[in-house]
């Protein structure tokens, strides 16, 4: 078994499982497991009849699966949750859990092409499986894909600059590398060089991965597989995401809704009036948590 400390230090680890009230012969869902930290902790938690069905489309992730009967692995994506709970047996559910970090392994493996801070290939795929990665994104996108990209999941000032100067430059330069990129953006980078890069991939992160699109896929999945009572406890680490799964627990929906659109029935309620950040303490330990917001919903009857 791996080391999950090393794959990642899990964030909110507690008030995220606390959050989920388990019963000890209940059936739960860990849709990210990750380094494993918030399943042990629920596997902890439940009886000798309880089960855990955790998801994690990362083949390295399983590399730190504990050896527990009470444990059923699903490694792909947790967009099929609904579809790999039918085929388990087991299409209501508890409680389900989801962290929707990066793990530290991911970040800091360079091959897998996260982070700033090292060089590698421009890749950022979650799944190895799929096809797009961030270089075929910043050699096949418009102008103007590239432009509302950047200005929605990475929030960059001169994210038309951004895309303008992408454009012009990657006609002589196939960009691969991490490095070849930095490079490549230098003469638009607008205040700390580091952050503009952090949303820069941010942004490409999301798009490759899709991840606003299979977080809404979640959330309705998890809504209506819950038992009435059950708990959806669920993290996020940037507005965008944040946004969404308040706006969903709060009010069913995601989008603004219209002036004359018929009101929907939300089917959670919100456990908490704000969401439940990290103590000054585990930031300490852990700065990556600094920006992780956990928030509760309760399945209504």
Do not use: C
């Not at 959670?268 to 948590?289: M, Q």
């Amino acid at each position: 078994m791996g080391n999950p400390e090393f794959y990642h230090t899990t964030v909110l680890l507690h008030e995220a499982v606390d959050g989920l009230a388990i019963k000890k012969d209940g059936v739960y869902v860990d849709a990210t497991f990750g380094g494993g930290g918030h399943s042990r902790a629920i596997l902890e938690q439940l009886g000798p009849d309880g089960k855990l069905i955790a998801f994690d489309q990362d083949a390295d992730a399983w590399k730190n699966k504990p050896d527990d009967e009470r444990l059923i692995p699903v490694t792909e994506n947790f967009k099929y949750m609904r579809r790999f709970l039918r085929l388990h047996g087991h299409s209501e559910v508890d409680g389900v859990l989801a962290d929707l970090g990066v793990s530290s392994f991911q970040f800091d493996t360079a091959e897998r092409g996260f982070s700033i801070r090292y060089d590698g290939p421009l890749d950022m795929r979650m799944d190895k499986r799929s096809e797009l990665t961030a270089a075929i994104v910043l050699r096949t996108y418009t102008e103007p894909q590239l432009h509302l990209l950047f200005e929605q999941y990475g929030e960059v000032r001169n994210s038309k600059q951004l895309a303008k100067h992408i454009v012009t430059q990657r006609r002589g330069l196939g960009v691969q590398t991490i490095a070849g990129l930095k490079a490549m953006l230098e003469p638009v980078i607008k205040g700390n060089p580091n952050r503009y890069l952090a949303q820069v991939f941010q942004a490409l992160r999301i798009e490759v991965n899709d991840e606003l699109g299979v977080l809404k896929e979640l959330l309705q999945q998890a809504a209506t597989s819950l038992k009435p009572g059950g708990r959806l406890s669920i993290i996020s680490f940037h507005s965008l995401e944040d946004r969404i799964v308040k706006q969903y627990i709060k009010r069913g929906r995601w989008d603004e809704p219209g002036e004359y659109e018929e009101p929907i029935q939300p089917l959670l309620k919100p456990v908490n009036a704000k969401p439940i950040e990290p103590t000054e303490e585990e930031i300490k330990r852990n700065p990556r948590a600094r920006s992780a917001r956990l928030r509760i919903g309760e399945r209504l009857g």
